[in-house]
């Protein structure tokens, strides 16, 4: 009897775990579906009612609106895309000028933090909490109100007297005599010199093992640090002299302004996102074990040599992931220059929805654009990821 | 016998003889002038700190006006003005709700608070918590609404300040968890469909800024809904920040069912538990457990997100306080109304945050007993 139970129940097709399986995926699928159906209708339904066609062709009429600053310059006359390229450019400048920032800051107060100077790594620890603990939006806010704060140009603080004006338009700064911004010039400085003193490195730790000279390192060095610096002179149009700003009017011509803006997002993304940075290069450095320093001590490698053979490697291993989050976190928050008011491409949305009505294209392209690029950091940091992690044979 | 090295000869580093002495000019000479770099430190620090503590200190204190109904005093000082905070704090904290019922506000945040304390001692995890926390947001919901037992009934669109504040973080933690566990369940499950449809969720949400997810709440879920049904302003950006929470979350939680021994499945299976009472006796119990740390984390940036709800016009904290600085006798003191709500959330989330530590190390020493 409890075997014609156990297997008149067993018969049933529910309890055969691959067709439930269906069963559940279909129910699944079935409901996505109809509410996307559900969903569409009423988009539908609703656009009709207000007389809107959808489709990419509004990208071709005048936007009607201008942008202050950028990379471009966008006029009212443009088209709708051009402000939407102009703002996707905004956020891919504020975003790379900041991911540089937030790196430096981070490295400086990881390193601080472990430092034996009480004073040193107790500043950094203070500015880890006090940066951490409040909200990056409160953060922005109170750089933009500082920044709007300062004096008006006819009577601005000037740090470095006639090269460096401080006032609540913004901050002038000189210019290379080609028009080069000296942001340009510092980024190709420092692509070159990591670029060549990494390759410098190399070829001498390739030496070392071939022949076992291990003479004239720092000569070595020295050059490839000279051969960059020079090399980014080159490339830049040989320019020997800087151009600085002068104030005309009410205006200052001939450097660069940068907008408070600008600054008080790239502040409240640096400076922000430098404290997490920084907690992660501490955790990084703390988690290469004392053995290792030990070994690498009984070697005997120089303090340097053991910081770069044998710390940085394992440390790089345990840094990459938690950094690449908080580089797309950072990306994706350089969505908040809308409440400071510089034109990304979320806050150059924002306007264009109003102004055309397309809101449902306008978000898809938005998603579009912040999707690819997280995706594009992710993927191009999993591949300097692969590159750190341990090599097993 | 010809001795073999491997090291090089004449480079190893000879340590001194380690000091005996342990007074406390030894631990001033090690935390301030070990060598000297350190000691160059030391001195630019002490010098820095010599020339910008005393203008602080002047701006901060010395010259600051404390207490003042009248803005002009504070124009006269050349220090701070935090009589701003004294006249504006009702403002701050609790935006444009009805000034004779702040009491209730202010009862909101008192036990909101205070169910978090104590939802944080590890004697009183139950499933009885939930419990407890349903009745909390019923009763937070009566004392916001009103409109029973005698009290006036008050609109969303009126709420405001630290309460607002209170119950987006609230609801996106209460909400985006059970979202988190479903999304990596689902992202973990052997059903392709079901899969991929969690996958699509978490990644999307992931990829997008959080501004824009509640502008989409905003602009779009209007347009997919039937026009004659509108939702709750206040109750859709809710339900933006529970997808956000709920998709950042669920991968912290993926993490810690990836971090569960396939033996406990097996045992799970073994014992003839099907799927979901495997999941919720076996595996969610301990994966939950692993990664507290880590959903800390998350949690201590929900509260800080609250704030982005401001973007989008609604009045908490941050967007009160903005609001209540359009007073022209008192915008020129913004940064001190700022520099106080600063401080009400540095409270809040270095508390999380030392409760974290707490927690980790706590969790840390069970799992090595």
Known sequence: ?393 | MPRISHTRPGEGRTLPRPDSDHGWLRTVRDGFFSGWISGAITVVFVAGLATILPSVWRWAVADAVWYTTDPSACRAASGACWAVVAEKYRVILFGTYPYDQHWRGALVVLFVTGLAVLSSVPRLWSARLFVVWAVAAVTVAVLMFGGIFGLPYVGTNQWGGLPLTMIVFITSVVFGLPLAVVLALGRRSHLPVIRAVCIGVIEIVRGLPLVSVLFMMIILLPLFLPSDLTVDKLLRALIGMVVFFGAYAAEVVRGGLQAIPAGQYDAAKALGLGYWPSMFKIILPQALRIVIPALMNDIIRAFKNTTFVSVIGIFDMLGATKASLRDVDWVRYSTEAYIFVALVFFLYCFAMSRYSQFIETRLGREDTR
């Open chain 1, 1 to 393: 009897m409890a075997l014609l139970f156990t297997s008149h129940w067993a018969a049933m097709f529910w309890n055969d775990a691959k067709i439930r399986g269906l069963i559940y995926q279909a129910t699944v699928l079935v409901l996505v579906l109809l509410a996307l159906a559900y969903f569409a209708l009423n988009a539908q339904q609703a656009l009709q009612e207000r007389g809107i066609t959808t489709g990419l062709a509004f990208l071709g009429q005048q936007s009607g609106f201008a942008i202050g600053e950028g990379a471009i310059t966008h006029d009212a006359s443009d088209t709708y895309f051009h402000a939407l390229l102009t703002g996707a450019i905004n956020t891919l400048t504020v975003s790379i000028a900041s991911i540089v920032g937030a790196t430096m800051i981070g490295l400086l107060l990881g390193i601080a933090r472990l430092s034996a100077n009480k004073l040193l790594s107790g500043f950094a620890l203070i500015y880890v909490e006090l940066f951490r603990n409040t909200p990056q939006l409160l953060q922005m806010v109170m750089w933009y109100l500082l920044l709007t704060q300062l004096p008006g140009p006819r009577d601005a603080l000037s740090p470095i007297a006639g090269h460096l004006y401080l006032t609540n338009r913004g901050i002038n700064i000189p210019v290379l005599e080609n028009g080069t911004s000296l942001f340009t010039a510092f980024l190709l400085a420092l692509v070159l010199v990591v670029i060549c003193v990494t390759t410098a490195f190399r070829l001498m730790d390739r030496r070392l093992r071939n022949t076992g000279k291990a003479n004239g390192r720092f000569a070595a060095l020295a050059g490839a640090g000279i051969a960059a610096l020079l090399g980014t002179w080159l490339l830049l149009g040989t320019p020997t002299t800087l151009v600085s700003p002068t104030l005309q009017g009410f205006k200052y011509r001939g450097g660069q302004t940068i907008s408070p803006e600008f600054i008080a997002l790239f502040f409240g993304l640096s400076l922000y996102i430098g404290a997490f940075i920084g907690e992660i290069v501490r955790a990084g450095l703390q988690s290469v074990s004392r053995g290792q320093l030990e070994a690498a001590d009984s070697i005997p490698l120089s303090r340097y040599d053991r910081f770069r053979l044998i710390v940085l490697p394992q440390a790089l291993r345990v840094m990459v992931p938690p950094a690449t989050a908080q580089y797309v976190s950072l990306l994706k928050n350089s969505a908040l220059g809308v409440a400071v008011g510089y034109p990304e491409l979320f806050n150059v949305t924002n306007t264009t929805t109003t102004l055309s009505g397309q809101a449902l294209e306008c978000v898809l392209l938005m998603a579009v654009f912040y999707l690819s690029i997280a995706l594009t950091i992710s993927a191009l940091m999993n591949l300097y990821n692969r590159r750190v992690q341990i090599k097993e044979r």
